[in-house]
């Protein structure tokens, strides 16, 4: 294990898109790299830039990123590879993870985990003909543990970059904890290089993982930086002082961001939520913020309720 532990940002969709990626990397340092919300698969689609616009590389100059696809058919998984690989890209994640029910149900994400032959056909197919690098994001199964055990070992055959492994099986959504006892046998059956996902929300809990899976050096983390944006920064050993400040004027710009680009105050607040649902964690008590922002129908509204919170809190 090298002295500096490699971070990712994971992939949160509806929150971490690029103008997220890149407000949060400019106030909270602290990610070596992040992947990419995935890109839904869609038929007869050229993916010209509108659709890819949260992938251009001009969009993206301030955190490497790694694009992620849900695809399952190998030919549409191809052209789009092949399109991102026109525009620069090096290397793509093949999502094996997701547990939303509307995607597990077309058998896409951690929906596909209960199929390995049809896993072995798609790489089978694929890894041939595409140019560029290839890595996968997983749960450890659907339904139980044995469904990626028993994969890992033929996943073995391909030169996957990693395997990134969420310790939770998909019908669990986010709920109970990362199963740390299953990780570890991934860890016994794979010579993959394995990148541990799941439940880090504090230093300690960080130093816990390192001391139990020394061999792993690749950490990604989604929902407990949300909740705690100064986490990664923490865990590498910057030092921050007048954290508020900090935190007020990056939610500052990144409203104003979404003012801009988003139409109606609808969706914006919407989307404002979507991050608030975490970040209440960092005003306590959690429930009781999030409620009051919960409620917010109008601009005026959340704004008030923003100041508020950060004046009380200083």
């Given amino acids: 294990m090298t002295s500096h532990p490699i971070l990712i940002l994971a992939p949160i969709r509806g929150i971490t898109d690029c103008h997220f990626r890149s407000l949060f990397n400019h106030y909270f340092p602290g990610f070596d790299e992040a992947l990419a919300p995935f890109i839904n698969p869609q038929r007869s689609s050229q993916y010209q830039p509108k659709q890819l616009k949260d992938l251009l590389p001009e969009a993206n100059t301030s955190l490497p990123i790694t694009p992620q696809l849900l695809h399952t058919n190998a030919d549409d998984f191809l052209f789009l590879a092949t399109r ?21 149900k077309k058998k896409r994400g951690s929906g596909l985990l209960p199929y390995p032959e049809e896993i072995i056909q798609f790489l089978d197919k694929v890894m041939p003909k595409l140019p560029m690098r ?12 044995e469904e990626l055990l028993s994969l890992l070992p033929a996943l073995d055959n391909y030169p996957l970059t990693e395997i990134i492994i969420h310790g939770r099986l998909g019908k669990q959504l986010y709920k109970g904890t990362s ?18 996902n799941g439940d880090i929300d504090t230093v300690d809990t960080f130093k816990e993982l390192q001391l139990q899976f020394p061999e792993v050096n690749k950490w990604m983390i989604g929902r407990g930086v949300l909740a705690d944006p100064f986490l990664a920064g923490a865990i590498v050993g910057r030092q921050t002082t007048d954290k508020l400040h900090m935190l007020e004027c990056f939610h500052k710009d990144l409203y104003s961001c979404y003012r801009e680009l988003l139409s109606g105050q609808a969706h914006l ?6 991050l608030w649902y975490y970040l209440s964690v960092f005003f306590p008590p959690q429930k009781k913020t999030w409620k009051k922002i919960k409620k917010c129908n109008t601009e005026q509204h959340y704004q008030d309720v923003i100041d508020t919170l950060f004046r009380e809190k200083s």
């Fill in 84 to 104: 991102l690989h026109d525009i620069g890209y090096k290397e793509i994640n093949w999502n094996l993870g997701c547990p939303a029910p509307m995607v597990t």
């Fill in 269 to 274: 607040l919407g989307r404002m939520k979507q």
């Fill in 134 to 145: 290839l890595s996968i994001k997983t749960r450890l199964g659907l339904e139980n543990p």
């Fill in 179 to 196: 199963d740390r006892k299953n990780f570890a046998r991934c860890l016994e059956v794979s010579n993959h290089s394995i990148v541990y």
